[in-house]
């Protein structure tokens, strides 16, 4: 069995800046006829496959995964690893699995991180927190445009956000790989501190130069309003209001984990998406 690994995910928002880390290695990049295999490294070996058949583990030895944990393909896949003599494998969970509302992934992304933690491989799991930087995010790229819009912002709740910046947890997938104080573990992984939604609205106001009115709004007006305009859900408003604060002194500890501020990561992110206020024409 050669050293390979396999990048499931690749094309994805995480996954893309793994591939540029590990491409370098001679990794491959699992891809679907469908896949924008543009974000991925010119020379980087792509083999043709789906999550929901078996993968081409032909020669690998190593998996790292960076696609959902939340669509029930990864108990089979740890038997397929198994059968396939894949020995390492690297998985991208979430915090998200704390979570104290209703939540329809839930049991199935604990499953898959039982059926890890119950098989024979070399596994490590990561936990992020929500993931940001760069225009492929689907949340903070989304509140820099909003902000630099509209200078008031609707606060509903003060729960705690410890955001990490995609290439901050790309970075620190590969430590983890790589690290053999790993083995058999998993890490929460989040951005350098914790923020109160009003300081994050705040700090990301500042990336994009503009100051920023920020509104209380009850928890129960805004469900209600969520209810009545569908843009987002009743669901959707509650997890704003809870508190996402994670330690991740292990992952510190074990592969030299040593995240952004917020602040420095959203700041980065207003200049790569031409927001920041030196950059702006208007
Ligand atoms: N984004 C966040 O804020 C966030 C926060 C916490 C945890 N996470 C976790 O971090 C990981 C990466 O998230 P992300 O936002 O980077 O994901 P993403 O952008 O949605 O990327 C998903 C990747 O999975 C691939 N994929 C989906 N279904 C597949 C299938 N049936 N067969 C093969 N490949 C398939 C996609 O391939 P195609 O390109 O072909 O669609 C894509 O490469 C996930 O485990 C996610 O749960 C994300």
Request: aromatic residues 6%.
């Amino acid at each position: 069995m050669s050293d390979r690994v396999l990048l499931v995910g690749a094309t994805g928002f995480l996954g893309s800046f793994v591939a540029r880390r590990l491409a370098v290695r001679g990794a491959a990049a699992l891809v679907r006829t469908t896949s924008e295999t543009s974000v991925l490294p010119e020379r980087m070996e792509l083999r043709r496959g789906d999550l929901n058949r078996s993968l081409p583990l032909d020669g690998i030895s190593t998996l790292v995964y960076c696609a959902s944990m939340g669509f029930g393909h990864v108990p089979p896949l740890v038997r397929d690893l198994e059968r396939a003599g894949v020995t390492r494998a690297v998985f991208i969970s979430t915090t998200a699995i704390f979570t104290g509302l209703p939540s329809a992934s839930r049991a199935v992304r604990l499953e898959a991180e039982s059926a890890v933690q119950s098989s024979a491989l070399d596994w490590t799991i990561l936990r992020p927190t929500m993931i940001y930087g760069t225009a492929r995010d689907r949340n903070i790229s989304r509140l820099l445009r909003l902000l630099r819009r509209w200078p008031v912002f609707p606060l509903c709740g003060n729960g705690l956000w410890q955001p990490i910046y995609v290439e901050d947890l790309a970075d620190a997938v590969v430590a983890a790989l790589d690290s053999p104080q790993t083995s058999r573990r998993v890490y929460n992984v989040a951005g350098a501190q914790p923020l109160v939604l009003a300081d994050l609205v705040r700090t990301a106001a500042h990336a994009v130069g503009r100051n920023v009115s920020l509104i209380r709004v009850p928890l129960q007006a805004a469900v209600l309003g969520a209810r009545l305009t569908r843009m987002v859900t009743p669901e959707q408003v509650r997890r704003l209001a809870e508190d996402k604060a994670f330690s991740y002194a292990d992952a510190t500890r074990d592969f030299g984990f040593e995240p952004r501020s917020f602040a420095e990561g959203v700041t980065r992110e207003a200049e790569a998406i031409g927001l920041s206020p030196a950059r702006r024409t208007v």
